[in-house]
């Protein structure tokens, strides 16, 4: 399949914008061009559209609704409204026509502010973080309370053709379906679920291929001229099996996305991609972009990637198109904003309105060699009016400066000698862990460029600045930054980056946030003013638990600054392992398994398993939280002991198998995860009930560590607890062999590197010295740059790896009762002459 490419227009800039507050009015009567309505941080509603194709944009109103932010936005899905605009901002739901003028307002009972509304007629579905109401004519019908965090949510019928239910995306790894208020069942997916997509155009098509009534053209899509090339291509969609369920597609945190089938009796998985990439904001499944007949699905990322899958004739999902927009994608819909063809609309995290129309050239009247080809002529007026647009947007963009810079003048007038002042903007901040690097990435996203960033932490950390730009392959003294007005698709970051001017402060002198001592502190000075993203690597310590600040300074007048502030967790190169919570579903679900089952078999793969059992006198809610604050990915809030109904019904083995057999929690274990460590690759498996918590790993440091976090929190609770420990023999050697590849590799770049300076500068002495050299070495002097990069990116690694293997020996032989601090210089000798044979034998001393 060919690869799709985009050409981008800027439609317009709004102020911050949430997830979910953007929408494309279907079609005027005798109207070829879309309008669009947006939300913002401010309380502002806007809705535009596009006069003589791309030449001006035409304001059709813009509301002052509310000073709380705008956090939902949709369209009515009844019949007759489906171009009445409805709003949530904090607790209350406003209903607006496409002319802009209030005709419905409701004031909900919710405790928390709306993060998604679903209006159909009378019926008003408004959901929080935690809780999802369902209203009718302004009366509750019923309410739902999430155990975990609730990321996204979509409302179609599921159980009954007739009844619309609730799909919630969980923070816990969860899709669950609410019918009445209650929980009807949940599946299992390989990540923290945030977001969702209902595919009602496959739905329908499938439904109406099965009943033999029409071609599969699907429903009518509002946004599509009648008689369109689009709608007489329509094909068979896939899945044609799974005619009458209903077809939701879901992303995750950790970057995946997949596809569900859901109806009141099962759930069928379909296929999942893969990727490496940022997190998953936005899923939109509801337009044929590359004109094969059948519905792409297009997915935006929070960092910035706008992706477009499309099928091949199994009915499996192949990347056609892609573009980099370099921040947060907040919403995606797809209509005839800025032409009359289709296109992707995107709304990012800052405010911008993008819009892309896919094409394979750019010779055609619609970009897809399905019009008539441009001649000379019209290539010429093309870019006539090209020009002609750029030069109007400059004399609007040297008004606007102008405009901008007579208020400053103004104000700075009234204020005289007063402090200014101003709220506090918005921050996006994440810390994810890579499982390549081992190391973490700090993440920071402003609505508006940054000017400088300190960054201080109160637990042992190495920030890796020196290191480069870490994906852009900077080296020198740069940390990787992104700007957020890109006009190339597809550009390497790696041509928008340019140094950030790092200042450090000496150890000794380092105060944190309250007076305590801080182990890093260094400022970031961002020189461009258009990068409003940044990002740094950080390399933690597992067990050296405490927090990482970051104070953002962003570029506006008058100056504020935003704290951020991240935990590190004693256990924080430990993940959930996808296989456990997707595949199996049942120890990384946080649903038990078979809990009778030998402890050998719990890690498999022939690892060594150690168990750490703590037993005493504390709850359930006790053991769950000591897991939470050891561990990242677990949820916040300790699953329900009471058996789900439903979809797990004692006949249905093969949901039982494919999420997990939830039918005993009472007499064995309430929860269990399963972790992998991403540098050792190394596995930890946590099971608890009430009065027991069972830690099974192939190492020994983790559960050191969790022994020592929990004793220590027992003893500030008063709790009395026991730790009892089943030590696998095998375990020094079978670690000596995990590490064994780590080491060699690192001691390999740290040898390669000392060559490299040596080689270069005999290179400069004798010119010719390629004919005197050994291949090996040859291959080293042409590579050299390589190496250099790749042990600038790595350094330190070598050290870091030999602290892992001292912890362990120290750790082993103190759950032996044997103090071994004495001869630590044992491990020292064996890194100055290394050998897996030496290594092992003095690990099992």
């Known amino acids: 399949m060919s690869f799709l490419t985009f050409d981008r227009v800027d439609i317009t800039q709004t102020g911050q914008a949430e997830r979910g507050t953007m929408e494309v009015l279907p079609l005027s009567k005798g109207k070829r061009q879309n309008k669009i309505v947006l939300g913002d941080a401010s309380g502002t509603l806007t809705a535009l559209g596009m006069r003589k194709g791309e030449e001006s944009r035409g304001l059709v109103f813009r509301n002052a609704l509310s000073s709380e932010p705008i956090t939902s936005l949709t369209l009515g899905s009844a ?109 299992a997916v390989p990540g923290a679920a945030s977001a969702l997509s209902v595919c009602l155009g496959n ?23 009648p008689g369109s090339i689009r709608n007489q291509s329509q094909k068979t969609p896939p899945n044609q099996q799974h005619a009458g369920r209903r077809e939701v597609l879901f992303g995750t945190e950790q970057g995946s996305v997949g596809q569900l089938f859901l109806d009141g009796e099962s759930v069928v998985r379909g296929w999942v991609i893969d990727s490496r990439k940022g997190g998953v904001t936005a899923i939109h499944a509801e337009c044929d972009l590359t004109g094969d007949g059948v519905n792409d699905v297009v997915v935006g990322r929070d960092d910035g990637s706008l992706e477009v899958y499309s099928f091949d004739e199994n009915g499996d999902p192949t990347l056609s198109g892609a573009v980099d927009l370099r921040e947060q994608i907040q919403t995606i819909k797809h209509g005839r904003v800025t032409t009359p063809f289709p296109e992707i609309i995107a ?15 750019s010779t055609t009247a619609d970009g897809f060699a399905m019009g008539e080809t441009l001649d000379d002529a019209q290539l010429g007026v093309r870019r006539f009016k090209d020009n002609q647009r750029a030069d109007a947007l400059t004399a609007e963009i040297d008004k606007l400066e102008q405009e901008v810079h007579d208020a400053r003048a103004a104000y700075k007038k009234r204020s005289g000698s007063l402090i200014a002042a ?151 190169l ?41 037993t005493g006198g504390f709850s359930l809610e006790d053991a769950h939280q000591w897991t939470f604050e050891c561990l990242d990915e677990v949820p916040s809030n300790c699953p329900s002991a009471v058996p789900v109904g439903g979809l797990f019904a004692d006949s249905d083995e093969s949901a039982r198998s494919a999420f997990g057999d939830v039918k005993d ?111 090996e070495w040859r291959g080293v002097l042409l590579n050299a740059d390589a190496i250099v990069k790749q042990a600038a990116a790595r350094r330190g690694r070598l050290e870091y790896l030999k602290g892992v293997v001292k912890d362990f020996f120290v750790d082993w032989h103190k759950f032996r009762g044997e103090n071994v601090k004495h001869v630590m210089g044992d491990i020292d000798d064996v890194f100055d002459e290394y050998s897996l044979e030496a290594m092992t034998m003095t690990l099992e001393r």
């Open 422 to 572: 101003d709220g506090a903007c918005a921050i996006l901040a994440r810390l994810k862990l890579s499982s390549t690097s081992a190391t973490h990435t700090l993440t920071l996203e402003a609505p508006r460029a940054i000017e400088s960033v300190a960054v201080f932490a109160d637990v042992e950390v190495d920030l890796l600045d020196e290191y480069g730009g870490g994906d852009l392959g900077v080296t020198g003294d740069t940390t990787k930054h992104d700007t957020s007005n890109a006009t190339t698709a597809g550009k390497d970051a790696a041509d928008d980056a340019s140094a950030a001017i790092v200042s450090r402060t000496p150890l000794p002198a380092a105060t944190a946030a309250g007076g305590a001592a801080a182990t890093a502190l260094a400022v970031y000075r961002l020189p461009s003013d258009t990068q409003n993203r940044f990002e740094i690597e950080i390399r933690c310590v597992e067990g050296r638990a405490g927090v990482i600040h970051a104070c953002v300074v962003p570029l506006q007048h008058p100056k504020t600054c935003v704290e951020v502030v991240k935990e590190i967790k004693p256990l924080c």
């Open 665 to 775: 929690r009472g007499g064995g274990y309430v929860f269990s995860y399963d972790f992998e460590n991403v540098l050792l690759n190394t596995r930890l498996v946590v099971k608890g009930k009430e009065g027991e918590l069972r830690f099974c790993c192939d190492g020994v440091t983790p559960l050191a560590l969790v022994k020592e976090f929990i004793g220590r929190s027992a003893t500030k609770a008063n709790l009395q607890i026991r730790f009892i420990f089943d030590a696998d023999q095998t375990t020094p050697s079978k670690f000596a062999k995990l590490t064994h590849h780590l080491i060699e590799n690192a001691m390999t770049l740290v040898d390669q590197e000392s060559l490299v300076l040596g080689l270069r500068e005999l290179k400069m002495q004798e010119p010719e010295i390629d004919n005197f050299l050994s291949p």
């Open 79 to 187: 019949k007759g409204q489906e171009d009445k605009i409805f709003v949530a901002s904090g607790t209350t739901v406003r209903g607006i026509n496409k002319k802009g003028k209030e005709f419905f307002k409701f004031s909900t009972n919710l405790t928390e502010p709306i993060s998604h509304i679903h209006v159909d007629h009378t019926n008003i579905w408004a959901s929080g973080t935690s809780v999802s109401n369902h209203y009718v004519d302004g009366q509750d019908a019923s309410f739902f309370k999430s155990d975990e965090r609730i990321s996204d949510v979509r409302v179609a019928p599921v159980v009954l053709e007739r009844e619309k239910n609730q799909i919630l995306a969980c923070k816990d790894r969860f899709i669950r379906v609410v019918q009445g208020g209650e929980l009807y069942y949940e599946a």
């Open 347 to 361: 709304h990012t995290f800052s405010g911008k309105v993008l819009a892309f129309k896919p094409g394979l050239d």
């Open 203 to 225: 739905d329908e098509a499938r439904r109406q291929m099965g009943s033999g009534s029409g071609s599969g053209s699907g429903s009518a899509d509002a946004r599509v001229p």
């Open 574 to 614: 430990h993940r959930r392992r996808r296989e456990a919570s997707f595949e199996d579903g049942v120890s990384g679900s946080g649903r038990p398994g078979d809990t009778n089952g030998d402890a050998g078999d719990v890690l498999g793969d022939d690892r060594a398993v150690n168990v750490l059992t703590v």
